[in-house]
């Protein structure tokens, strides 16, 4: 096992989740709940998939956030 560390820098006023899943449909349950509870909310996510192609899978609604969630993505995908 191979253990990385990465700093995350972010811009102001923007807040992170970090989670791990084993379900593929999991961007999709996490996006649908965000615009849900909170009214307004501005998000991107970023999702690697850990087998197969390990893709990196995202959604959102502001195009800044979702960049900013794949490229971390990115970053922590094992190839």
Known sequence: MEIQSIK???PENVQLILAQSHFIKT???VSECLVNCVPGINF???FCEAS????IR?????????KLATD????VTVW
């Open 58 to 66: 995202h959604a959102g609604n502001d195009i800044a956030l979702e």
């Open 52 to 55: 197969g192609q390990c893709l």
């Open 44 to 46: 991107g996510c970023g």
């Open 72 to 75: 971390y993505s990115s970053l």
């Open 8 to 10: 995350i820098e972010l």
């Open 27 to 29: 961007i999709e349950d």
